[in-house]
């Protein structure tokens, strides 16, 4: 099965090129099996055997079903030599050499061990998402990678694995790192826009779901993305009802939704094939986006909004807002209709409203409040958080604004014209929360 994956052809010439680089940027599509493959590749080779090879998710679903493929693949039992460490859930041992983990927990071992002494490889995972967790990550590791040649000690590898093209950001942020493409396995997709605007998503998402339900045959799976959890539940009760009332001779049809806080057991249920005769409808936020490949989807119904969170300096309030994608977020999820066979996409808005859509996603450090993100990168000691390396700074307002929240909360103070972290603000820095609840 491992042979049959697009990466498998390139094996020898990527892991001659991985041996010689300390950093290198890695462009692979969804699906590609690059998150799987790679560190394996790394480790029969004996490369970073040193050490702990970690892969870094930006979500918890993610890093567990991972752990739980590679763990399978080498045949070997679960917490041995593949694990995985997510909040409140570590299943790691001392044999454990290749380990996949939220981003936010690499984070919190970074503040016990700035240098990560304990891996020889970090392998930055899903990177276009740009994730709070990941911008912050991205510093982290290349001043890890920096201090730990100064001080002779054993190299660390850093490779920056992303779906997306836009890389020359990420290839300029690790000193001119090589940019290594990988074959996906792309089947052609026909794309279908509608011919007006839709006032109601929702509804024009619905009556596509049973449109192509009654048309296509059972196999044939579909994919919805819509926005956030309570959209989700409504539309599963609403399919669900609605499927009970259907003429005779249309197949059966099972909704599973697929959202982030839904529990685990659950979320692997879309991996599972539907009985025959049956279609599966799986109505997902962004998570389907990239971070995970679902088998069997033919046709995707794509709504053009999302969930995402934005953030005014001056009122000092973040808030979850319903937005339209960015171009490079459309063209993922219509990736998704292409995995194994040719498929379609429906888009429900027009080819103008997508015209206007905005090329890439702003990443999340500049349009969130950086509170935390302050804390943060005071527990790990930077000297000096005005000046960190980010890949895309904060504005300065921003910046600023979180200081003075910390300073009101009585986590941070000055000394000598530098800031600290006060008794209270190291304790708050332990919470995985925004620093005006973790108080």
């Not at 529990?263 to 025959?276: I, S």
């Not at 904060?394 to 000055?414: C, T």
Request: proline share 5%; glycine share 6%.
């Amino acid at each position: 099965k491992r042979r049959g994956l697009p990466i498998f052809q390139a094996r020898g010439q990527l892991l001659s090129q991985l041996r010689g680089l300390d950093n290198a940027i890695l462009i692979g599509e969804t699906g590609s099996g690059k998150t799987t493959q790679i560190p394996q590749y790394l480790y029969e080779a004996g490369i970073g055997r040193q050490g702990i090879i970690a892969v870094t998710q930006p979500r918890r679903v993610a890093a567990i079903s991972l752990a739980i493929r590679v763990s399978d693949e080498k045949k070997t039992e679960l917490g041995k030599l593949v694990g995985y460490t997510v909040r409140f859930d570590d299943l790691t041992s001392d044999e454990t050499r290749i380990k996949f983990l939220t981003d936010g927990m690499l984070l919190r071992e970074a503040i016990g061990d700035p240098m990560l002494r304990k891996y020889s490889v970090v392998i930055l995972d899903e990177a276009h998402e740009r994730t709070i967790h990941t911008d912050v990550l991205f510093g982290v590791v290349k001043a890890a990678q920096k201090k730990r040649k100064e001080l002779g000690k054993l190299p660390l590898k850093v490779i920056v694995m992303s779906a997306t093209m836009d890389v020359d950001q990420f290839s300029q942020y690790f000193n001119g790192a090589p940019v290594l493409y990988l074959e996906g396995r792309q089947h052609p997709i026909q794309i279908f826009y509608t011919k007006q605007p839709q006032s109601d998503y929702l509804q024009a998402a619905l009556v596509s779901v049973f449109q192509i339900h009654q048309e296509a045959p059972s196999s044939h799976d579909i994919l919805v993305f819509l926005t956030g959890q309570e959209e989700i539940e409504a539309m599963t009760k609403t399919c669900r009802d609605i499927a009970k009332h259907l003429p005779d001779g249309c197949p059966q049809m099972v909704v599973m939704p697929l959202y982030a806080s839904l529990p685990y057991c659950q979320q692997l249920r879309v991996f599972q094939a539907a009985r025959k005769g049956c279609r599966k409808v799986i109505l997902s936020t962004n998570i389907a986006e990239t971070s995970i490949t679902i088998p069997g989807i033919k046709y995707v119904v794509d709504t053009g909004m999302v969930k995402a969170k934005k953030y005014s300096p001056e009122t000092g309030l973040e808030v979850l807002a319903v937005q339209r994608v960015s171009k490079a977020q459309a063209w993922q999820r219509t990736g998704r209709a292409g995995r194994e066979d040719s498929g379609i996409c429906y888009r429900l808005y027009t080819e103008d409203e997508f015209e206007k859509f905005d090329k890439m996603t702003i990443p999340e450090i500049q349009r969130c409040n950086l509170a935390s993100v302050m804390l943060q990168l005071l527990a790990l000691r930077v000297p000096n958080v005005l000046t960190f390396d980010f890949m895309s700074k904060p504005s300065p307002d921003a910046i600023q604004a979180a200081i003075e929240q910390l300073e009101l909360l009585g986590a941070v103070e000055r000394k000598e014209d530098q800031l600290v972290l006060t008794p209270l603000g190291r304790k708050m820095s332990a919470f995985p929360l925004e620093p005006k609840f973790s108080k």
